[in-house]
């Protein structure tokens, strides 16, 4: 693609009997003076003496450097050099523009040569990346020859100062500072930024500066840095069309713009939030292009086609704008809730117009790239938001969407996503890096050289503790094991490195889980036990049942690892302001507050206490058939079929259902969601160790199989009697709250649209015919322009 740079890599490590050393270097600067090139000096020595303790001497003077040196050079600046260095780096492929290239010498000189000036902030950070430092010492365990070029040209994340996000408010411009450095060690090149008074609150408890001044802080240390400096800004709201509501809006940009003393780009979401039609929108664009030049000349304005009303006219007019050559557009957006796959708006759209990619690394489930097939223990308690660490999958995501792309500037709501920023930054700079090399480089970097390989062994068991079943999960304790082998040997500076910190949080979190899943399930296993027994009334088997249930929090387990959990988010508090509980940390419901769902119940429990306890006012024959009730609720009688699509059998009747690689944001084809979005208060109660009311309803209906936007559900259903007459019992929840149809694949209505999110049961005849050789493949669909229909069970029902 046109739009793609160049790209070029040559890379051997040779692992060497002799060891580059250099503790005792100087560096010899021949790359010049400007800003730039004295800040990237300014890194290494920083970050080495942060390291070890050594400041690197630093000088001009070639012939000073005799002995052990770190030679920084550019391309224009390299005949400069001697001549065996220039011939060991002309033994290397040229890298193109932000590239660069490593050569080691005998065993005490590096050089580093830049492409440009951002190319050898890079090769700078490569050198720190592959460097073993301990206190007093540098050292590289062998002769590194490097050529190095980005394949695509913008690298970058989302860094938001604002209440939503579950830290980043927290952070003072110093260590906003260090995250936008470290950021680009590892190759990012481009700083998103937001303004105040957006989609969210200007103020937070956790703020050390107003936002607008912070949001100019950050553009300045992108000068610093000579970074790319984006801005999200969305369109609040709706009358964008009118005079007196434009002029106020112009208005605010333009203070925004004047204030900000670089941007070199800004992001329009065409929706999440914002509700302009196309028409209104690229007016509006215009106006807004108007201002930004004034203060930004070369900026340019890109747009995403995200919408909540995702209808086909919109999205026909929003690309017909695109196409119209405005000479303010600098590209489009591809990120969440954007309905249209990438590859076919690469198609839409003209070549010469850039798409940008908007990936969410920050959620795991209700997101555009979800948890497949997560446990809801899991769903129940990590959420939406925890510390999430995903290396394989985000390479995934990445390597399917990027060659539609000319890179990514990533979606980000804090520091919980944390390992995917740098894996995503590795992999907008060579897709063919293995994720290992990248956990490897953050761990000797960022937790210690004697923890290479440990901590990036560790960093990828977190994102495995999370795949399947959790009561089979026996690795989780393995996990908590290495990590607790860190733990012990650990420096206090270790102890308190929050990077060490959010990962040793979830080892001992995952852990408590599990422990509880395990006593929880066993704990109801007794329950219906007790239910099914044949001795005594039902009265009294209701509270025998109940008193096993109550165990779980009468009576708790692993209280150790809950209270470990519970001194790390201290810690993170006070290390980064994580905000991982709302009571004690102020955080946002629902934005990183995992820790306040270690006691979520994780079992049937919600439900099953909130029907027994009614036994107790009823008779005996009242008592009977409410236990019968718990105790047959999933079972539809003699030649029925039942299925919820945790079940991988259910999930096996699930048509159309194409690979992740094929369709990572499912956006043709269905995947499981983990939301519950139940009707009303009635559904929800108070339970013990739990701050938020819980649904008291079947935790099946926690899970449901869905579709986005116009996509067809269908399911096939077998080993039915044609000559028999069946009910169909569905359940709607989640949290669309679409208007769903359902009918065969005949056409053949079962129910016309109902508005999902009024009651989650409902119950109907299978019309005659429906079944055909024994089997009917059902399918459901929702209205245009809504977000898509979700299915929690599927019953059918004999009555003949």
């Known amino acids: ?166 830290s980043y408010d927290a952070f003072t411009v110093a260590g906003f500072d260090q995250y936008i450095r470290e950021l680009a060690l590892f190759g990012a090149n481009s700083i998103e930024i937001m303004p105040s008074g957006t989609d969210d609150d200007s103020t937070s408890r956790h703020m050390k500066l107003p936002a607008m001044e912070m949001v100019a802080a950050q553009s300045r240390i992108c000068i610093k840095y000579g970074l790319d400096c984006w801005m999200w800004y969305p369109n609040i709201g709706k009358g964008f069309s009118d005079p007196a509501k434009v002029s106020r809006e112009l208005l605010v940009r333009e ?51 995200q919408s909540f009303k995702p209808e086909k006219a919109w999205f026909d007019a929003f690309f017909r704008h695109v196409n119209s050559g405005y000479p303010w557009l600098g590209g489009i957006v591809f990120g969440p809730w954007v309905k249209v796959p990438v590859e076919q708006i690469r198609k839409i759209v003209k070549p010469s117009i850039p798409i940008r990619n908007y990936p969410d690394i920050t959620h795991s489930i209700a997101c555009q790239y979800p948890e497949p097939d997560w446990d809801p223990a899991w769903a129940m308690t990590l959420g939406r938001e925890a510390i999430n660490p995903r290396p394989t999958d985000e390479k995934l995501f990445h390597n399917a969407v990027a060659p539609y792309c000319i890179g990514s500037i990533s979606y980000s709501e804090g520091t919980n996503d944390d390992v995917n920023k740098f894996i995503w930054s590795d992999q907008d700079w060579n897709p063919a890096t293995d994720v290992r090399e990248t956990l490897k480089d953050y761990s000797r970097l960022f937790l210690g050289a004697d923890l290479a390989d440990e901590g990036a062994l560790a960093l990828a068991a977190l994102e495995q503790n999370v795949k399947g079943p959790v009561l089979a999960a026996a690795h989780i304790d393995r996990t908590l094991q290495r990590w607790q082998a860190m733990e012990r040997t650990a420096s206090p500076s270790l102890r308190a490195n929050p990077r060490f910190q959010m990962g040793l949080i979830r080892a001992y979190f995952d852990a408590y889980i599990r422990e509880r899943s395990l006593y929880e399930a066993g704990l109801e296993r007794q329950a219906y036990a007790a239910l099914t027994s044949s001795a005594g009334s ?93 105790l047959n609720r999933t079972y539809p009688g003699k030649g029925g079929t039942y299925d919820h699509f945790l079940s991988p059998l259910s999930r096996a009747r699930v048509l159309g259902r194409l ?142």
């Open 1 to 166: 693609m046109a739009a793609v740079l160049f790209f070029s890599i040559f890379f051997t490590v040779s692992e060497v009997l002799a060891r580059v050393d250099l503790s005792r270097a100087g560096i010899c600067n021949v790359a010049g003076d400007d800003p730039l090139t004295t800040q990237s000096i300014h890194v290494l020595r920083e970050e080495v003496a942060r390291r070890t303790g050594i400041w690197l001497p630093v000088s001009v003077r070639i012939d000073n450097h005799a002995g052990p040196t770190v030679f920084l050079v550019l391309e224009t600046t390299r005949l400069q050099l001697p001549a065996p260095l220039r011939k060991a780096l002309d033994a290397l492929p040229k890298p193109s523009a932000e590239g660069f290239r490593i050569v080691t010498q005998g065993n005490d000189v590096v050089v580093i040569e830049g492409k440009d000036a951002r190319g050898l902030l890079y090769g700078i950070g490569r050198l720190l990346r592959k460097a073993e430092m301990t206190s007093g010492r540098i050292v590289l365990a062998g002769t590194l020859h490097l050529s190095s070029s980005p394949k695509y040209m913008v690298r970058g994340h989302q860094l938001g100062y604002r209440p939503k996000t579950n």
């Open 255 to 305: 203070e925004v713009f004047r204030n900000v003393p670089k941007l070199d780009a800004i992001f329009v979401p065409g929706g999440d939030p914002g509700e302009l039609e196309p028409d209104e929108l690229f007016t509006w664009l215009g106006k807004v292009a108007g201002v930004l030049k004034k203060h930004h000349p070369k900026a340019k304005i890109w747009v995403s086609p």
């Open 538 to 630: 039902a009265k009294s088997r209701a509270q025998q049942a109940l008193a096993m249930l109550r165990k779980a929090w009468e009576e708790p387990v692993a209280a150790p690892l809950k209270a470990r959990c519970l001194a790390l988010a201290d810690s993170l508090y006070r290390s980064i302001g994580a905000q991982l509980t709302v009571a004690r940390h102020g955080a946002m419901p629902g934005r990183g507050n995992f820790i306040d769902n270690l006691d979520y119940p994780l079992n049937d429990a919600p439900w099953l206490v909130h029907e027994l306890k009614k036994t107790a006012d009823m008779d005996e024959a009242g008592a009977a058939k409410v236990l019968d009730a718990l």
């Open 659 to 800: 690979s992740r690689e094929k369709d990572p944001g499912s956006l043709q084809s269905p995947r499981v969601s983990y939301t519950v979005g139940l009707p009303g208060k009635d559904y929800y109660e108070a339970f013990p160790g739990v701050t938020t009311p819980v649904p008291v309803v079947p935790k099946a209906w926690h899970t449901q199989i869905e579709v986005l936007y116009e996509n067809v559900l269908r399911i096939a259903c077998d080993q039915l009697d044609p000559g028999a007459v069946y009910k169909v019992r569905v359940v709607y929840t989640g949290r669309f709250k679409s208007t769903i149809r359902m009918k065969t694949a005949d056409n053949i209505l079962i129910h016309d649209y109902i508005k999902a999110g009024l009651r989650p049961e409902y119950e109907f005849d299978l019309p005659a015919g429906a079944i055909k050789n024994g089997k009917v493949i059902f399918e459901w669909n929702c209205k245009a322009g809504e977000r898509g229909l979700q299915l929690a069970e599927l019953s059918l029902i004999r009555v003949n």
